[in-house]
């Protein structure tokens, strides 16, 4: 399974952005599509994650803000992220899990990931 993340870029606070995430492969074989975020000197962070049947979990401090949703079809999973603050700058990660795992929020439970994708919200 392949993925590729993009939409990133720069915003000031308060604004929005879409990533979105194109999955390739043998996209049959995996149910949860999370993304993560890294920002300098910190951990990597789950912000979302959606199974194929749409069950969805949200970080905390992302709930009200941001949005995942997944079109199966076009196996292509989004993040909507609105109000946006200087606290979401980070790289942005998608990562899918084995269908052998529901909607896991364990990191190494996530074998494929995709390349990071920049996101910088400016005050």
């Known amino acids: 399974v392949q993925l590729q993340a993009c939409g990133g870029g720069m915003v000031q606070a308060g604004g929005s952005l879409r990533l979105s995430c194109v999955l390739s492969?043998?996209?049959?074989?995996?149910?949860?599509v999370g993304w993560y975020r890294q920002a300098p000197g910190k951990q990597r962070e789950l912000v979302a994650a959606?199974?194929?049947?749409?069950?969805?979990d949200l970080l905390d401090s992302v709930k009200g803000r941001f949005y995942i949703s997944r079109d199966n079809m076009k196996n292509q999973v989004y993040l909507q992220m609105n109000s946006l603050r200087p606290e979401d700058t980070a790289v942005y990660y998608c990562?899918?899990?084995?269908?052998?795992?529901?909607?896991?929020?364990?990191?190494?439970?996530?074998?494929?990931w995709g390349q990071g994708t920049l996101v910088t919200v400016s005050s």
């Open positions: 990562a899918a899990a084995p269908r052998t795992h529901g909607l896991t929020k364990v990191q190494s439970e996530y074998t494929y």
């Open positions: 492969g043998t996209v049959r074989s995996i149910n949860a």
């Open positions: 959606i199974t194929g049947a749409h069950s969805r």
